[in-house]
């Protein structure tokens, strides 16, 4: 009761921030509730919820993943290049390949204890060198033929696209194997507590390999889906996806040292960072400005998440 307590309450402070904005946006700004820039919204934020819910996958069993930017430009020329060939090969081979690289990664840092920042950083850079080498002069175009997926990638649904409903529907999956596979709940008890989950007789190799497999696929997918949209992909070109996966996952309550996070909460997170984007578009605010609220949030989820927690403890001896 405690745990669905405390998540009730985090899920209800951020989909009060969401309504909020929305709200205040929605009548200060014209044409800010709009269909059209509904679906802008959902759209993006379809693409940073696949980010930051890999990123949460690492955070929630104790270690974080810094290259997923470099993943993400890797798959995205990697399925354009093969695409001349067939789009489904050129992504299928896309998304086994960043699998077999975020296995190989969780493989290593259970086995070595190697930091997993440290590793992460040194692949963040040699991948973004493999991607500039694959597309040295010029970015990964699609095939003319091809342009037909851009076109439905974009196409509108009422508030929706497809791209962001393709987004949604993979995170709540994700989320509900985390939370109803044996897998997934032991990846819980390895972030809470490495120890005892040893102890208890989790296996944690399966489930290093699975949080990193499964933050370069999410990646990966992210790449893949953004290059389709734009029509080409280039090794500098997804640099943003580092920052803003992060910035899902910690607005949306995931903490650094492990043990928790619900997908709910990341989608909530990733709404709040495509609403403030969204209204510095439409507002013609300068980019700086919306750094300096989204840092300003950020730091007060920080802040919550702590209260949350603080609170939760105190309680717990009274109610014993």
């Known amino acids: 009761m405690r745990n669905a307590l405390k998540f009730e309450t985090g899920f209800q402070v951020r989909l009060a921030i969401c309504v909020v904005l929305l709200v205040v946006f ?33 955070m929630v069993v104790g270690e974080l993943d810094l290259a997923v930017a470099s993943v993400a430009a890797v798959a995205a020329i990697m399925a354009l290049s093969l695409s001349e060939t067939s ?23 259970e086995k070595t204890g190697v ?4 590793l992460t950083v040194c692949m963040l850079i040699a991948l973004r060198g493999l991607a500039l080498v694959m597309a040295p002069q010029r970015p990964a175009i699609l095939p003319a033929d091809l342009f037909w997926a851009s076109d439905a990638l974009v196409a509108q ?18 989320g509900l194997l985390m939370r109803y596979t044996r897998l997934g709940l032991s990846m819980y008890a ?3 507590n490495l120890e005892r989950a040893r102890g208890s007789g989790v296996a944690t190799l399966p489930v290093y390999m699975t949080a990193f497999a499964g ?3 999410l990646g990966a997918s992210a790449g893949i889906l953004a290059a389709l949209r734009s029509g080409s992909a280039s090794g500098i070109g997804f640099d943003s996806f580092l920052l803003s996966g992060i910035t899902v996952a910690v607005v949306g309550g995931v903490p650094l040292e ?4 619900t997908i709910l909460n990341v989608l909530l997170g990733a709404l709040i960072i495509r609403l403030i984007s969204s209204a510095v ?13 989204v840092g300003g949030i950020l730091l007060a989820m920080l802040l919550l998440d702590y209260w949350l927690r603080r609170r939760g403890r105190k309680l717990q001896p009274a109610r014993a």
Do not use: C, K, W
């Open 26 to 58: 929605s009548l200060t700004m014209p044409g800010f509730a709009s269909i059209s820039n509904a679906a802008s919204i959902t759209e993006n934020m379809g693409l940073i919820a696949l980010v930051g819910t890999g990123i949460m996958l690492t």
């Open 87 to 109: 789009l489904a090969l050129g992504i299928t081979a896309a998304l086994i390949t960043a699998g077999l690289y975020g296995a190989a990664i969780g493989y290593i840092i």
């Open 115 to 118: 930091n997993s920042l440290v």
């Open 157 to 174: 649904f009422g508030p929706v696209t497809l791209l962001g409903l393709i987004g949604f529907v993979v995170v709540i999956v994700v």
């Open 190 to 192: 390895v972030g809470g």
């Open 215 to 217: 933050s370069a696929m």
């Open 258 to 261: 492990g043990g928790r996070g």
């Open 281 to 293: 578009s439409i507002g013609g605010i300068p980019n700086s400005f919306e750094s300096i609220v």
